[in-house]
């Protein structure tokens, strides 16, 4: 299955440059913006310019290693660019790994680690999807096969069939190679369409089959949902997960059985990460892997809230993935996130009325992790501000809405950022919600991460908000504890100040 082109794209605007010059260039950038209020001291953000998608998320040769859609200052066409942890928190940037040649683009992939190399596999725009292939220490250096793109585009009639091909993802069988790509079929995308990944597979990584279709979404998407973005890999429990961005409601999964025999995935479970519509979101794109420890990891790109200067989006902080007992999704932050801990401060035991908000003292900032247990108690709603300012004009809202144990809604968390900045030029948006299962009917515990211009929220480890503030007073960094509708109570709560992983970004600690 081969197709060659006669495009003959120009140079990328770093192709000129060796290794240390990219590097210098981009501590540069780095430095240029540090004075960006909203610039993340703990998250991954873009060295310059402009980040979307994550890609290829492996360990290989005792690195974390983390690719994504980067467009260089002065470059239109999408590289691979990359970066690299011991920890999956500290990053360090490494020069882009692979450039646009025949491809206009670099569009989204994923990799695989073998014994001696590492293969990637992603979307050559205008071409189909290409294979590059390496054995590099650190992955700097990548062969293209000289036969990209190994899968390439082909017509196709009214119902987008035969197949469409764009951001793939592969694995290994016994057999050979299997690859998934394709997003949709019947229909428009975002508007009447069905998700579906058509299967491919190859001994050799040349010659690639359609062998039919991975699975089709069925009734668990909407109509003009599409299966970009896929990441498909064993969970435990004898059952697969496939992880994936539907540009209609962007990132969500699917749970259920593979057979090896037909090749066929039964979804059994569906899931989202995101609830607003791809208009309104902040989560996006994932990238997933099964690291050495066998631990199932995800990271995804955060997209911006308002107009951008200089840099664009963020990536979440790295998530563990893995199937609780009956089945489900948990979803928590990685461990190594406890190594960014600073000062600590502790709270117990705050009790709120119907109506109060209680502001915490001597407590607060503005790139901090929170940890707290809420009793509920009598209470519809109860929750935080964070990101307040003292007089409450600037405020974000986290908080837990009771369903009243109605049969079929169940109890909510959200994040409300209709109050959070004063900024003329933010985004309006409704807030994220997603349901939540309490602990014995009434307990919350939440992990909360706000680095300056993105917070993430955890709850009882089955679900996961994520969202961009943009505070503009420079007191919007206290906490306050507040109740409706009943008396509820804070029963523990401790927080941290948090590292940088930046040295541009040092002198942000404990603001």
Same mark, same amino acid.
């Given at each position: 299955? *081969?197709?060659? &082109?006669?495009n003959?794209?120009? /140079?990328s605007?770093?192709?000129g440059?060796?290794s240390? %010059?990219? #590097?210098?260039?981009?501590?540069?950038s780095?430095e240029? #913006?540090?004075?960006?209020?909203?610039r =993340?001291?703990?998250h991954?953000?873009? =060295?310059?310019?402009?980040?979307?998608?994550?890609?290829?998320?492996? %360990?290989?040769?005792? $690195?974390y290693h983390?690719?994504y859609?980067?467009?260089?200052?002065?470059? /239109?066409r999408?590289h691979?660019? +990359?970066t690299?942890?011991?920890?999956?928190?500290?990053?360090?940037?490494?020069e882009p790994?692979?450039?646009?040649?025949?491809?206009?683009?670099?569009?989204?992939?994923?990799t695989i680690?073998?014994?001696?190399?590492?293969i990637a596999?992603?979307?050559g725009?205008?071409l189909g *999807?290409?294979?590059?292939?390496?054995?590099d220490?650190?992955?700097?250096?990548?062969?293209?096969?000289?036969?990209?793109?190994?899968i390439?585009?082909?017509?196709?009639?009214?119902n987008?069939?035969p197949?469409?091909?764009?951001?793939?993802?592969?694995?290994?069988?016994?057999?050979?190679y299997?690859?998934v790509s394709?997003?949709?079929m019947n229909g428009?995308r975002?508007?009447d369409?069905?998700?579906v990944?058509?299967?491919?597979?190859?001994?050799?990584?040349?010659?690639? @089959? +359609?062998? !039919?279709?991975l699975f089709t979404s069925?009734?668990?998407?909407?109509?003009?949902?599409?299966g970009?973005? =896929?990441?498909?890999?064993?969970?435990?429990?004898?059952k697969h997960?496939?992880l994936f961005?539907s +540009?209609?409601?962007?990132?969500?999964?699917f749970? !259920?059985s593979?057979?090896?025999r037909t090749?066929?995935?039964?979804?059994?479970i569906?899931?989202?990460?995101n609830?607003?519509?791809y208009?309104?979101a902040?989560?996006?794109?994932?990238?997933?892997?099964?690291d050495k420890?066998?631990r199932?990891?995800a990271?995804?790109n955060v997209?911006?809230? @308002?107009?951008?200067?200089?840099?664009?989006?963020v990536?979440?902080?790295?998530? /563990?993935?893995?199937?609780?007992s009956?089945?489900?999704?948990?979803?928590?932050p990685v461990?190594?996130?406890k190594n960014?801990?600073?000062?600590?401060?502790n709270i117990f035991n705050v009790?709120?009325?119907?109506? %109060?908000?209680?502001?915490l003292?001597?407590?607060? !900032?503005?790139s901090?992790?929170?940890?707290?247990e809420?009793?509920?108690?009598?209470?519809?709603?109860? !929750?935080f501000?964070?990101?307040r300012s003292?007089?409450g004009?600037e405020?974000?809202r986290?908080s837990? #809405?009771?369903s009243?144990?109605h049969p079929?809604?169940?109890?909510s968390?959200q994040?409300d950022?209709s109050?959070?900045?004063?900024?003329l030029?933010?985004?309006?948006?409704?807030p %994220?919600t997603?349901?939540?299962?309490?602990?014995?009917d009434?307990?919350?515990?939440?992990?909360m $991460?706000?680095?300056?211009?993105?917070?993430?929220? $955890?709850?009882?480890?089955k /679900?996961?908000l994520?969202?961009?503030?943009y =505070?503009l007073?420079?007191?919007?960094?206290?906490i &306050?504890? $507040?109740?409706?509708?009943?008396?509820?109570?804070?029963?523990k709560?401790?927080?941290?100040q948090? @590292?940088s992983i930046w040295n541009?970004?040092q002198y942000r600690?404990?603001q």
């Amino acid at each position: 299955m *081969n197709s060659k &082109s006669s495009n003959n794209y120009v /140079q990328s605007v770093l192709t000129g440059l060796n290794s240390s %010059e990219i #590097l210098e260039r981009f501590r540069s950038s780095r430095e240029s #913006l540090a004075k960006d209020p909203y610039r =993340p001291i703990f998250h991954f953000s873009p =060295p310059e310019n402009i980040i979307n998608d994550p890609n290829g998320l492996c %360990e290989w040769n005792g $690195f974390y290693h983390l690719f994504y859609q980067f467009k260089p200052e002065g470059e /239109q066409r999408v590289h691979w660019g +990359h970066t690299v942890s011991t920890d999956l928190v500290h990053w360090q940037d490494l020069e882009p790994a692979i450039y646009p040649t025949l491809e206009k683009d670099c569009y989204s992939g994923q990799t695989i680690v073998e014994n001696n190399r590492v293969i990637a596999i992603y979307h050559g725009t205008e071409l189909g *999807n290409c294979i590059a292939v390496s054995s590099d220490s650190m992955l700097n250096k990548w062969d293209k096969l000289p036969d990209n793109p190994v899968i390439p585009i082909v017509p196709v009639d009214k119902n987008i069939l035969p197949y469409k091909v764009f951001d793939p993802c592969i694995w290994k069988e016994s057999d050979g190679y299997y690859s998934v790509s394709g997003v949709y079929m019947n229909g428009e995308r975002s508007v009447d369409c069905i998700a579906v990944n058509h299967l491919f597979y190859s001994k050799n990584l040349n010659d690639w @089959k +359609h062998i !039919g279709r991975l699975f089709t979404s069925s009734y668990f998407t909407e109509p003009g949902e599409d299966g970009a973005v =896929p990441n498909f890999l064993p969970i435990g429990n004898g059952k697969h997960l496939f992880l994936f961005f539907s +540009h209609k409601r962007c990132s969500q999964y699917f749970i !259920g059985s593979y057979d090896q025999r037909t090749h066929r995935f039964e979804p059994e479970i569906h899931g989202r990460m995101n609830y607003g519509a791809y208009q309104n979101a902040s989560l996006h794109a994932p990238s997933a892997t099964v690291d050495k420890s066998g631990r199932v990891l995800a990271i995804f790109n955060v997209k911006e809230g @308002k107009p951008t200067e200089g840099w664009q989006d963020v990536m979440t902080l790295p998530r /563990q993935l893995s199937l609780d007992s009956d089945g489900s999704l948990n979803i928590s932050p990685v461990s190594e996130t406890k190594n960014l801990r600073l000062e600590e401060a502790n709270i117990f035991n705050v009790k709120a009325e119907h109506g %109060e908000d209680i502001l915490l003292d001597n407590i607060g !900032g503005k790139s901090i992790e929170i940890e707290a247990e809420i009793d509920l108690g009598s209470a519809r709603e109860a !929750g935080f501000y964070v990101l307040r300012s003292i007089d409450g004009e600037e405020k974000t809202r986290v908080s837990l #809405l009771r369903s009243n144990k109605h049969p079929i809604v169940k109890d909510s968390i959200q994040i409300d950022v209709s109050e959070s900045s004063n900024h003329l030029e933010v985004y309006g948006r409704p807030p %994220e919600t997603g349901p939540i299962d309490l602990i014995d009917d009434r307990i919350l515990r939440l992990r909360m $991460f706000i680095d300056r211009s993105i917070i993430e929220v $955890f709850g009882n480890d089955k /679900q996961c908000l994520t969202i961009r503030s943009y =505070p503009l007073r420079e007191d919007s960094r206290f906490i &306050s504890f $507040f109740s409706r509708g009943g008396t509820s109570e804070l029963l523990k709560m401790k927080v941290w100040q948090m @590292k940088s992983i930046w040295n541009e970004l040092q002198y942000r600690e404990t603001q």
